[in-house]
């Protein structure tokens, strides 16, 4: 249960989601019949993406211990920090899944999806670790939008096809709505990110702010972008704006008494929501 704790399963359950339909859509544009041979290779991609997201999150746990989690009440009580379970433990396990992730990928995928989990891989270390992309300014929303939103998606539609005009599209529309709205973690962590000198558009600009003029745009923006594209032809379903009264219920919570959840503000789990909610409604009209 403790190791459990290190990999966030709340966190994993988005990319499960997403490279499950981007897999699935890959197979139907290719015309390949989605037998049970075709779904244990979907499920195969799903979880390789899923554990390199966890191992991303055991490394953000082993650094945070050191500064961010000695600050926060809350997540003293987190298995590192705590001294539960030990750093250097924790990181062999992070290691063992990344090498995992990219020997599966190269040996049951092709090049193009070892390259892209290899480039995720990347971000997963670099944010937490060294250079610690999560201290720099904008910086780190970027290095969490570009692995967790655009390539995520092409890596599970890279599993079996190259990624259409229609898949790219969306992936850049993911990238920015998670480098807007994942803004919704920095919240509850605000005092203990500005004591450790974290620098993210919640400890730069506040709070309320940060609320105003990053995160709640940000729930919007997807369907702006979205809107744009369809009216030029790069993406060609409008199932996508169902996914609108989420956001606009994430924007009447914001006017409300705000509730954290375990660590976390309310509003990062309706991010992760709307982040699997939109990632379906775009697939599943075109296989179906």
């Known amino acids: 249960m403790k190791i459990i704790k290190l990999f966030r399963p709340a966190t994993l359950v988005a990319p499960m989601v997403g490279a499950s339909m981007f897999s699935i859509l890959a197979l139907k544009d290719t015309g390949r019949l989605l037998d049970y041979y075709e779904y244990v290779y979907v499920f195969l991609g799903a979880f390789i993406l899923a554990m390199t997201n966890a191992a991303g999150n055991i490394f953000n746990h082993i650094i945070d211990a ?16 705590s001294g539960e379970i030990d750093p250097f433990y924790a990181n062999a396990i992070a290691v063992y899944i990344f090498g995992f992730g990219i020997v599966m990928t190269f040996v049951f995928f092709n090049i193009l999806s070892g390259i892209l989990i290899s480039i995720i891989m990347f971000f997963a270390f670099s944010y937490s670790m060294f250079p610690r992309f999560k201290k720099m300014f904008v910086v780190g929303n970027m290095a969490i939008a570009t692995p967790r939103g655009m390539l995520g998606v092409l890596t599970a539609y890279s599993f079996f096809s190259f990624p259409t005009i229609p898949v790219l599209t969306f992936s850049f529309i993911l990238g920015v709505f998670v480098f807007l709205a994942n803004t919704t973690k920095d919240i509850s962590d605000y005092d203990a990110d500005k004591k ?9 600009m506040g709070v309320e702010r940060a609320i105003k003029y990053i995160i709640i745009p940000g729930m919007y923006m997807p369907f702006v972008l979205y809107a744009i594209a369809y009216v030029l032809g ?34 990062w789990y309706l991010f992760y929501a709307q982040l699997s909610l939109l990632s379906i409604l775009f697939v599943i009209p075109m296989v179906i």
Do not use: C
């Not at 050191?66 to 920090?81: F, G, L, M, S, V």
């Open 196 to 204: 450790a000198g974290i620098r993210n558009f919640v400890t730069v």
């Open 66 to 81: 050191q500064d961010t989690d000695k600050y926060n009440a809350i997540k003293k009580n987190r298995p590192i920090a």
């Open 234 to 267: 790069m993406v060609n379903n409008m199932y996508v704006f169902l996914a609108l009264p989420l956001s606009v219920y994430t924007h009447y919570y914001f006017s409300r008494n705000r509730q954290a959840i375990g660590e976390n503000d309310r509003s």
